[in-house]
């Protein structure tokens, strides 16, 4: 099923290029802004992970250094049957982790030190799990790709409404922009789903790689607390990368009084049977929670933790 979301994202994608070069712009002016688009694109990719590390202030360290962390990134790299990545660790107190590279090969897994007092080593195993899937998915590569379309929009909107393009047919430019600015704003949401697709693929890989859902539910379920606790100035700084991390900091205070509610027994944890009681049962969004949702990187807590227990009868 999701699989099939992904594939129908694609296509309703290239569809919206395709209506662009043929009923919107000559493919002359097209393939201008696809070029620039793309270069920025290109840019971006090049020195991203560059960026990353600056910003996070990451530090590579050796097995010397982490050995239950590198044993773990190698083990749960071998069973992916992806080169082992770099391994580093984050000073920054925000409980995260977060996987980023330009290729397979070039992958780097890094952990907070936030996360590495606050989970157990299954659960944090299980959090690694889903970092390795998201290299082993080439996911980011995939949003790096789609996100074009939308450059490519807002290029068109800008040049068309307020860069003096097609003033040889001024009947035609103020449409042009209007059309170029929805879909700049559609394939932005388009864009958000797919990168909540992916964090969904991520739960899914940690748990073929045989980590019990309940760990990463568990894990999840202490981020949000975790994020919760975080001044808002440090939770500010963070928002640039957010796509990056298991969960999204910024809703996590929201997201507190739906995930209390799983843990019957208040343990701290969530555990097998109330991830079967959770399974079992239905959730309900608000029309607020859906909104918020679709503006944001990362699925819904809830139906995320709802879709890990789905995964717990074929684990």
């Known amino acids: 099923m999701l699989q099939l979301r992904m594939y129908l994202l694609l296509g309703i994608m290239f569809a919206i290029v395709y209506a662009l070069i043929v009923v919107i712009l000559p493919p002359a002016d097209f393939l201008t802004y ?65 996987a980023f590279g330009r290729s397979i090969s070039d992958g780097r897994v890094c952990v907070t030190e936030g996360i590495l007092g606050l989970l157990s080593k299954d659960e944090l195993r299980a959090v690694l799990g889903h970092e390795i899937s998201h290299l082993k998915n080439r996911d980011v590569t995939i949003i790096t790709m789609l996100s074009v379309i939308p450059t490519i929009c807002w290029y068109i909107a800008w040049s068309t409404m307020w860069g003096g393009y097609g003033r040889d047919r001024r009947g035609s430019q103020a449409y042009i922009g209007i059309v170029a600015f929805i879909l700049y704003f559609l394939t932005n949401l388009l864009v958000l789903y ?95 929670d859906r909104l918020i949702e679709l503006l944001s990187t990362h699925p819904n807590m809830l139906k995320r933790i709802k879709y890990l227990s789905e995964l717990q009868s074929t684990s």
């Open 34 to 98: 696809g070029i620039l688009a793309s270069g920025m694109m290109f840019i971006q990719y090049m020195i991203g992970p560059k960026m990353v590390e600056l910003s996070m202030r990451v530090k590579y360290v050796s097995e010397e250094e982490a050995p239950e962390l590198h044993q773990m990134v190698e083990e749960l790299a071998r069973a992916a049957n992806i080169p082992k990545p770099k391994v580093g660790i984050s000073p920054v107190q925000l409980p995260n982790a977060f």
């Open 194 to 288: 797919g990168s909540r697709i992916r964090e969904y693929f991520a739960d899914r890989g940690s748990v073929m790689l045989g980590n019990p859902p309940h760990h990463l539910a568990t894990a999840l379920y202490k981020l949000v607390y975790g994020s919760a606790k975080t001044p808002r100035e440090s939770l500010k700084q963070m928002e640039g990368y957010k796509a990056f991390f298991l969960n999204d900091p910024s809703r996590a205070r929201q997201e507190i009084a739906e995930l209390s509610q799983l843990d019957l027994d208040l343990s701290g944890t969530i555990d097998k049977d109330e991830l079967e009681m959770i399974r079992r049962g239905r959730i309900s969004l608000s029309t607020t």
